[in-house]
């Protein structure tokens, strides 16, 4: 059932200030592959291993997947993905794209259009990106990039093609933007008799840990809201040490007495809630290029140096940066001080927020709310 929420945070008492001076990340870790980075059969990305060791030897897919209307909503695939990433697109709404590589999905979607945000992910994973069409100056821009022959969309020439398929299962208008899905089961025999580059690419692993580091701020609820169309939170559950996702029901109107409302997130594939072992907010600066992309929302979300994060693991809260110090490798995650922070074994789930977002803690719920210059 919905749930009503009416919080009255307070700030939290000990502020972080944004500050992206460069960083020295102790130990600087290595781009270049070595015995004792390289792990077999442990997925880089969640430090488990994967549900078939055969899925490793392939490059990962970044796959966009739909997250409004509310109408294409249970999505299929986001338990079951690696890794999340989840950012602001335009008007309101949110996307995700998830990065698939320790498992499989014989359908993830609604599959939906590419952003230039998509690149740093696509560049990140060295991934195929997976994505159904796209603005002009978007598709522009990615097509005369070197990631052109790792671009995946429906009906493509000379690039990458199927395997989408359209359903329809949730009664939506007959629109190929809202009922397109993909098929991960196929893509490697598919990527096969195309002939592009599917060899296992060297992916760095992460820092993975199941002791729980030191803090004393908890958290029970992260709260991200986007917009009043757009906004969750997650909640801890101690016994499976995961975080929960619910997602809004309803648009947020103070003037008309309509509050915050919440139903859990559910993936149709699974039939299990959203879930993630570790939740990770990162600040990130949004700009537009010109005045001509301001007018539409067309962002360029620069995920490049480094910047601020908090990290949600075990029901702490860590103050955090995050660096990017290799284009071709993930995120690095550290302490304030520059020490490696260790995530728990499992998937990440990162909330992409401006640098000018809001944070605010009222005992063991926090608050992030969506804002950029």
């Known amino acids: 059932m919905p749930t009503e929420i009416s919080p009255v945070p307070t700030r939290l008492s ?22 004792l980075n390289l792990v077999v059969d442990i997925n880089p990305l969640t430090g488990l291993p994967p549900s078939n060791p055969v899925l490793l030897e392939r490059r990962p897919l970044a796959i966009k997947i739909s997250n409004y209307p509310r109408a294409i909503r249970p999505q299929y695939g986001l338990t079951l993905a690696d890794q999340v990433f989840e950012y602001y697109i335009e008007w309101g709404d949110t996307r995700f794209i998830a990065v698939f590589y320790g498992n499989d999905s ?10 230039f945000f998509d690149e740093h ?5 060295q991934a195929f990106l997976v994505f159904n069409f796209a603005d002009p100056r978007e598709w522009n821009y990615l097509k005369e990039s070197d990631l052109y022959p790792y671009l995946v969309i429906p009906g493509c020439v000379d690039c990458v093609g199927p395997p989408f398929f359209v359903s329809n299962s949730s009664n939506l208008p007959d629109e190929r933007h809202l009922t397109n899905y993909f098929d991960t089961t196929r893509f490697s025999e598919y990527i096969a008799k195309k002939g592009v580059n599917n060899s296992r690419q060297f992916i760095r692993n992460g820092f993975f840990s199941e002791l729980i580091p030191g803090s004393d701020l908890r958290v029970n609820r992260i709260y991200t809201f986007y917009s009043p169309e757009d906004y969750s939170y997650w909640e801890y559950h101690k016994q499976t040490k995961k975080y929960l996702r619910f997602q809004e029901t309803i648009t947020v109107n103070s003037e008309a007495g309509i509050p915050e409302t919440y139903a859990p997130l559910m993936d149709a594939a699974t039939s299990q809630q959203v879930n993630a072992q570790n939740v990770v907010v990162l600040y990130v ?10 007018e539409d929302e067309v962002y360029n979300i620069n995920l490049v140096d480094g910047g601020l994060a908090y990290v949600f693991r075990d029901g702490i809260v860590i103050p955090a940066r995050w660096a990017r110090p290799d284009k071709d490798q993930p995120l690095i995650l550290t302490t304030l001080d520059g020490d490696p922070l260790f995530l728990r074994p499992g998937r990440t789930f990162y909330e992409v927020i401006g640098v000018t977002s809001t944070m605010q803690q009222d005992a063991d719920r926090w608050r992030f709310e969506f804002q950029t210059p």
């Open 285 to 294: 600066s949004h700009t537009f290029a010109n005045k001509f992309n301001a």
């Open 14 to 35: 000990v502020e972080v200030t944004p500050n992206f001076t460069p960083f020295v990340v102790n130990p600087s870790p290595t781009s270049e592959p070595s015995p």
């Open 106 to 115: 014989k359908q993830v979607g609604p599959v939906r259009s590419g952003r």
């Open 121 to 125: 992910v696509a560049r990140m994973f």
